[in-house]
């Protein structure tokens, strides 16, 4: 078996195992999201050390990553059905089996006997013998191991394979499989005019971070060996924020002219508007809309820690029209919802939310929203449509299906994203970046121009 996670994580105190078991079980049980509750759960334990938090990171999004793949390997040696298992045995051997197989850090009798532990201490220990002989079977046949296809392999919906496949191709399809497995480090953006890069590095290395510039963007910073994002000097005096390369292109796509008017239609976490503001360098205005207070609420506070002025974000359903915006922008910015397929190496649970029909529905949406804020570009103004995803229904259909219903033109993107990143169909407007063949998340941008 390889081994992704080999070498970052320590072996984890009883504490951080049932820290881990607890955020999976409300993932995989209850529904919750991923992000959110890992995050609320490192938040609470911030007392515990780097090694285990880092522990409980790995554990968490390894167990959701590879989560088809274990429930196959569990099938191997359990004589009950995953599915009819009591669910948190379900979790508990979910998350100890992938200890197992991806964490050679992590003893395998140790997994065994705290997972027993964990069993008995949530009362369950007429089940301590069934999960001390699934996993200690496991450890045996480990290397035994074979899986039938590419679904269980990349661990991924069969029917989101056979999407990609036609889609995407085999090879590529496989590419992009592989770069969601693989580690993914923090990146960040440097704002331009809050410090200079040197000051940027230098804060971040004395606090212990390894840092190395992007190979496509130099504004962009990959972060290694952080402990607490907001601990960092460099977050705290609004010298960098966090955004992925992908969405870093949308304010190089868009190449504000100084004085513009900007309206950001969905724009949760902020990071795009707060890009374009700082582009304007207090020239111009831009406002950030979003259905949901408590996203707007986290805009708001980034917008104070970055101490931009030229920014204001307000709650509003993009659906509602807005007649005061009517023929106004310069630039309207359309990040939509979406399936977040383009993200999957972040947030692992979307593969195991996402279906067929809500590919539908959401292609649906974003026309309903591309059919309202069309209208607030003002002759010659630019419209930016993107999404965090890898799906034509969502993407280039969605693209080709405005440009055939509004009065807009592509605008070409050549020379737009910096040397190092080239397409052929930059030309004509749009990339799909996908995972794996571009070092970043999955991403659709395209660029129309009001006629």
Aim: with cysteine; net charge neutral; charged share 25%.
């Amino acid at each position: 078996m390889t081994n992704p996670a080999s070498g970052r994580e320590s072996s984890g105190t009883g504490n951080a195992r049932e820290v881990a078991l607890d955020v999976l079980y409300e993932i995989l049980e209850k529904g919750a999201f991923s992000h959110l509750v890992l995050g609320q759960a490192l938040s609470k334990y911030q007392y515990q050390g780097k090694h285990d938090r880092a522990f409980i990171t790995r554990v968490t999004e390894g167990t959701l990553e590879y989560l088809l793949q274990l429930d196959f390997v569990l099938g191997q040696y359990s004589s009950v059905p995953v599915k009819k298992m009591k669910p948190l045995i379900r979790t508990l051997l979910r998350m100890s089996a992938y200890q197992i197989l991806y964490m050679d850090r992590v003893p395998d009798a140790a997994v065994c006997s705290e997972a027993v532990k964990l069993a008995r201490k949530r009362r369950f220990q007429g089940l301590t013998g069934f999960v001390n002989g699934v996993l200690r079977t496991l450890s045996r046949e480990k290397e035994k191991l074979e899986f039938p296809d590419d679904s269980i392999r990349f661990s991924v919906p069969s029917w989101l394979l056979e999407l990609w496949n036609r889609e995407l191709g085999p090879r590529q399809t496989r590419q992009v499989l592989a770069y969601f497995l693989e580690e993914h480090p923090l990146m960040v953006r440097c704002c331009p005019g809050a410090a200079s890069r040197d000051a940027i590095l230098a804060s971040l290395q004395s606090q212990g971070v390894s840092v190395r510039e992007h190979p496509l963007l130099e504004e962009v910073l990959i972060l290694e060996k952080l402990d607490y994002l907001e601990a960092l000097e460099a977050f705290q005096k609004g010298w960098i924020q966090v955004q992925d390369l992908s969405s870093v292109l949308v304010g190089r796509a868009a190449a504000p002219a100084p004085g513009a008017q900007v309206l950001d239609v969905c724009g949760a976490p902020g990071g795009k508007a707060l890009h374009i503001a700082q582009l304007l360098n207090g020239t111009g205005h831009v406002e950030v809309r979003d259905i949901s207070p408590v996203k707007v609420q986290r805009i708001q506070e980034n917008i104070r820690r970055l101490g931009v002025s030229n920014l204001s974000a307000s709650v509003r359903d993009a659906l509602d029209p807005d007649p005061s915006w009517k023929d106004r922008a310069d630039l309207v910015v359309a990040d939509l919802p979406c399936s977040g397929l383009g993200v999957l190496g972040r947030k692992p649970d979307i593969k195991w939310r996402v279906t067929p029909e809500s590919l539908d529905s959401l292609a649906d949406l974003q026309r309903q929203i591309l059919s309202v804020v069309w209208q607030y570009v003002k002759p010659g103004g630019i419209l930016i449509y993107s999404t965090c995803t890898i799906d034509r229904k969502e993407n280039e259909d969605n693209r080709d299906w405005f440009l055939g219903q509004f009065p807009f033109r592509p605008v070409s993107l050549e020379g737009r994203l910096g040397e190092k990143l080239n397409a052929e169909t930059l030309k004509e407007g749009y990339i799909q970046l996908l995972p794996g063949i571009w070092p970043c998340d999955g991403f659709f941008l395209s660029v129309m121009q009001r006629i």
